[in-house]
């Protein structure tokens, strides 16, 4: 809805009524996912989308056919259908798409999402089909579809979340920030930049920001709201400024804490953290967004390492355990993984270190062998389509 909420805002000011077509279910190589959503008007104008092109003009004719009075309907689209490769529906997927008019539900809908209030769309799929209410995102059934940001259809009712906008809290107006500002704006991330120190909290250093904020950071995040729509990176990489917003953005409920520093620093922040936490022993230790390498590292290389390590976390779906075959690894149980037990590893000169939380590759696969630990307790995670 939030692709096309502009347009049909326009169209409703100028009068024009308004259709909704939503896909609902998809099956194999749909072109578009559920949730995809495309809005008519009578006078002929369209946005939005729910296929790649080849299923726009049918949906077009049923929705003006529904403008006219037809009551809202559900369409099925697939390859066996001969209507279907009429319209050119020939990537072997099959779809459900929804028509309908907009209705008070679908207005409200639109105010909650400019109000950035987290809700969820319940829509019939049976015979009264249609936009029924608006849910509360503050019921637990609800608050987890929320989470997973992931529309789903069951019992007769398609249930749709409409989270926050993502919003990322950059702590640290550093040469890295610039890019990695520049990076999340690009990819949809509201972008809210803050620093205690007057010259880095400067609205010229970062053109793309949504707000640039001088102030001391945990007292910025105190008064903050923070859930699965939130991703804090902090980046002023000294402890006076690192611990304290730490420890404000861990009482809050972010989808995504990263710090930048080295292996050291993460772990000492790592164990410093712990020590805080064992009376909540469920609370996740904070990443680290340039835990890969020591020394100065280069800021837009950094920026784009913190960018796909935020997008990592937003595309999390699942978790489960990494099955080890005896004491043989191999790459690809390790590529990806996140370490969840700390081994010591012997290298040329030295023992390195690998901490509990740090994100595994391929690269690692040596060092872990050579170290022959008894076990290795790992956590798979879902990359989605990073």
Known sequence: MRDVLGDVRAWLAAGDRVALATVVSTWGSAPRPAGSRMAISASGKIAGSV???????????????????????LFHYGVSDDLAWTVGLSCGGEVDILVEPLTDVHRELMAAIEAEKPVVLETATGEQAGARSL???????????????TPERRDGLFLEPFPRPPELLIFGGSHVAIPLTQLASVVGYRV???????????????????????????????GMPMDASTYVVILTHDPKFDDPTIRAALAGQPRYIGAIGSRKTHRDRDHAQRARARARPHRAGPGGPDRRGNGAGHPERDGRRAARQDRRAHEVRRM???????????????????????ILAPDDHHRVLLPKGRILHPEDLTLIERARPRELHVVRLDPGED
């Open 51 to 73: 296929s790649g092109g080849c299923l726009e003009g049918e949906v077009f004719e049923q929705a003006q056919s529904v403008l006219k009075g037809a009551p809202p309907q």
């Open 135 to 149: 849910r509360s995102g503050n019921a637990p059934e609800m608050h987890k579809l929320l989470e997973r940001e």
């Open 192 to 222: 809210t930049i803050v620093d205690a120190r007057s010259k880095f909290a400067d609205p010229e250093r970062f053109p793309g920001a949504h707000k640039v904020i001088h102030a001391w950071p945990d007292e910025v995040l105190a």
């Open 320 to 342: 489960t355990p990494v099955a080890l075959d005896g004491r043989r690894l191999s790459a690809e149980a390790i590529d990806g993984s996140v370490l969840a037990e700390t």
